[in-house]
């Protein structure tokens, strides 16, 4: 049964990623719930959870990922065209977005590198067995996926091909990686597939996606009056639970060495961020190599495993954060003093900066894929800083030049190896001697593919539970269905499903988009995949 908030109704929210600010958004313009009544708790010092971006130019500038876009995240982009702009208040983040998309369109012609060589991609190369598979994996039903892994499915071959290498560096799964995922992904974005050799049809933000989207979004919530308690960590969630009822009761919570109990009374609300891709992270830099944590560091995975104990509807968290050697993999964010690297980049490749995207040395041990972004990325960044990113899938392989695994490089030794997949030792070297590299800073990232783990029914939890009365789940780790993981669509519809879900709003969430139930779509996919 939804509730009609009054002026009393309080809301809590743990955790401050997008898929909690989305709701506060939602708690005021739909449910109207008094935003001085909405309370933020996050255990960072830093809003915005893996939406993240940070640095100057002194210490170099980091970002440990980037969730790329598509015009068909309806909510998003919807949700998005209510927030102003970080530079100018007079347009919309959706605005801004759109407006710099049309100057800077994305079409990478260097997308796959082999021995310093951009790879031919007139062809995806998947074989007729497995193109038939994939056909048949588009129309079998979730339900008979449950548990399976995509190598389970497809020819051995199948993953040397070029749409494998495509696939896995733009996306980062792995061949052990969730099946039923995967296909989520092939039918949510059907749509994309005949541009996946170029990145056509992905947008990008002004800036990162801290100042461009979580900024933007906290600073209007907090002009609102919403309050948000950083620096506090939720240790623990009381519930009163029957078979017909589940309601919360109590949130325990940790401020610096302090703890204290805030009791939800009749008329409170809930709503908690159940696990984190960006948890227990660690950041190294040019000369020292970043550690690798477990759960025993992560509040939000630690509580969510308590949480899960006390309801079978609440998830199991184990199989998401329990497997971290097949969940990990490290970025790094490397800041310059110069352009001699972008300008290189630019000729190679053909691409302007924030037009190319993802660059993968497929012949890499570590299977490294770099982004130069638009310049400036960051607002305070000076014309002559140049930054770039880069990731890695497997960080525990020996490299090529560097005869350590990347866990145990320090940023210059990360360096190292790419200049050496892109044949400019020679150019780079001096570059370094004299101090034109800012830092290179590598971050190892514990749980940032829990979200693809196989999975079974149940262990992702519904947004709101059967019989919730007064509390929800919401982001990655939530059930929503036919809608991909990984993505900040993803997280807003949970924002979208939990507040239409509890209150009278008069509004349903905004229906998924599904490429593939455009024929059109899925003829011209057919016909790339079959090039």
């Not at 739909?30 to 100057?56: C, H, M, R, V, W």
């Amino acid at each position: 049964m939804k509730t009609r908030a009054d002026e009393n109704t309080k809301v809590y929210l743990v955790g401050s990623g997008i898929a909690s600010l989305a709701s506060a958004f939602y708690l005021i313009a739909d449910a109207n719930i008094d935003p001085e009544k909405i309370t933020i708790f996050e255990q960072y010092s830093t809003t915005g959870g893996a939406l993240d971006g940070s640095g100057n130019p002194r210490d170099g500038y980091l970002i440990r990922g980037g969730r790329m876009h598509e015009k068909e995240y309806r909510c998003y982009w919807s949700l998005l065209s209510n927030i102003p702009s970080f530079d100018n208040p007079d347009i919309s983040v959706t605005e801004e977005s759109m407006e710099f998309n049309s100057r800077f369109v994305s079409h990478a012609q260097a997308r796959l590198l082999k021995d310093g060589k951009k790879v031919d991609l007139s062809s995806f190369g998947i074989g007729r067995r497995d193109q038939i598979l994939m056909m048949e994996l588009l129309f079998t039903p979730e339900s008979a996926l449950a548990g399976k892994r995509i190598e389970e499915w497809f020819t051995l071959s199948f993953f040397s091909t070029n749409f494998w290498m495509i696939f896995t560096s733009t996306f980062a799964f792995q061949k052990w990686s969730s099946l039923a995922e995967m296909r989520r992904y092939m039918r949510r974005f059907m749509h994309l597939v005949p541009g996946l050799k170029h990145l056509g049809g992905i947008l990008r933000t002004k800036y990162n996606q801290y100042h461009s989207v979580v900024l933007p979004l906290e600073n209007y919530l907090r002009d609102k009056g919403v309050k948000f308690e950083l620096e506090t960590t939720v240790t623990d969630i009381d519930f009163d639970l029957s078979k017909e009822r589940k309601t919360a009761t109590a949130i325990q919570i940790k401020r610096k060495s302090k703890r204290d109990t805030v009791i939800l009374e009749n008329g409170d609300f809930l709503f908690f961020t159940n696990g984190s891709i960006t948890e227990s992270t660690d950041a190294g830099d040019l000369h020292r190599a970043p550690l690798l944590k477990g759960v025993e560091s992560s509040g939000a995975w630690k509580l969510w495993k308590r949480v899960a104990k006390k309801d079978p509807s609440f998830g199991n968290p184990g199989v998401f954060c329990d497997h971290i050697d097949l969940q990990k993999w490290y970025s790094f964010t490397v800041t310059l003093k110069e352009s001699t690297f972008h300008d290189y980049m630019e000729d190679f490749t053909g691409n302007l900066d924030g037009t190319g995207g993802l660059v993968t040395m497929t012949d890499s041990n570590w299977l490294i894929s770099i982004v130069i972004a638009r310049q400036p990325h960051f607002p305070d960044q000076p014309k002559d800083i140049k930054i770039f990113w880069g990731y890695a899938l497997f960080a525990d392989r020996i490299g090529n030049y560097v005869k350590k695994p990347l866990s145990e490089c320090s940023g210059e030794e990360i360096l190292e190896e790419l200049w050496y997949h892109l044949k400019i030792i020679d150019l780079m070297e001096p570059v370094m001697q004299r101090g034109g590299v800012v830092n290179a800073i590598a971050v190892s990232m514990p749980f940032i593919e829990s979200l693809f783990m196989p999975r079974k029914p149940g262990d992702r939890p519904k947004v709101i539970p059967e019989g919730s009365i007064n509390f929800a789940f919401l982001g990655q780790f939530t059930e929503i269905e036919d809608d991909c993981v990984f993505t900040v669509e993803y997280s807003v519809r949970s924002a979208q499903e939990a507040v239409y879900g509890l209150f009278e709003c008069g509004k349903e969430p905004i229906p998924v988009y599904m490429g593939a139930h455009n024929p059109l779509n899925l003829f011209k996919a057919a016909a790339a995949i079959s090039s």
